[in-house]
């Protein structure tokens, strides 16, 4: 797989190409098989490095669903103290329930919770619960699989088979399929939110190398 095609800012280490990802329809070219990067983790990573300080400055950080592809990387940082929680996963510190999250208010600085809201029932609680605990100041990247091509949420409680769901809402799991609203159902949490379009900002060139998302709007949400 060693190459000069494409190449993934976390690890750093570049490919003839990346491996295909995908259970229906796999995607070519979408997983680095080193850091375990998809897409998505690639576009975060740069997003993080080009646009906030969470590189250099001192934060309190709550992984919540952590991707293997930034635990130990975030556990590294020195400037970094670093808690990963999760429903189920052995690999967090902590097991939660993200409806109900055993920390205080006003303990962290950041928190990130990607690829989980369209998992929970009350979407608007998790959120809520995440900008309860975000110190004044914070900040959250929470991100969530998004039909740009609807203006509104699509869910349904009466969709229950599995088939179904996997057919409305991409995937067996998930519960809605979010539209172009997802940020009001944010802002609805108490965050404000920046719908950034740093991915479509960059040079074409860069979103090939990097073998990035070509629309995804990263959801910046503070808490004032």
């Known amino acids: ?27 070519p070219n979408a997983l680095c098989p080193d850091s375990l990067s998809l897409e998505r983790h690639r576009l975060m990573w740069l997003y993080l490095k080009e646009r906030t300080s969470f590189f250099n400055a001192p934060h309190k950080l709550l992984h919540i669903a952590p991707e293997l592809c930034f635990i130990d990387r975030f556990k590294s940082m ?15 510190d902590v097991k939660m329930d993200v409806h109900d999250i055993p920390f205080e208010d006003n303990t962290f600085d950041v928190v990130f ?12 609680k998790a959120m809520s619960e995440i900008h309860r605990v975000l110190k004044k100041g914070g900040w959250a990247i929470i991100q969530s699989p998004q039909d740009y091509s609807r203006s509104t949420t699509l869910e349904d409680p009466n969709i229950t088979d599995p088939k179904e769901r996997e057919k409305v809402y ?24 920046k719908e950034d379009r740093f991915v ?25």
């Open 1 to 27: 797989m060693r190459g000069n095609n494409v190449e993934c800012p976390i690890c750093e280490i570049k490919y003839r190409k990346f491996l295909p990802y995908g259970r229906l329809n796999p995607r």
């Open 113 to 124: 919770c990607n690829h989980v809201m369209e998992h929970v029932e009350d979407d608007i």
């Open 170 to 193: 991409w995937q067996a799991d998930h519960v809605r399929l979010y539209g172009l609203d997802y940020g009001q159902r944010l802002q609805k949490a108490g965050f404000t939110v």
């Open 78 to 92: 020195e400037n970094l103290e670093y808690t990963t929680a999760d429903l189920e996963s052995p690999l967090a």
């Open 200 to 224: 479509m900002e960059l040079p074409n060139e860069m979103v090939r190398r990097y073998a990035l998302p070509a629309n995804e709007i990263i959801y910046f949400c503070a808490k004032n």
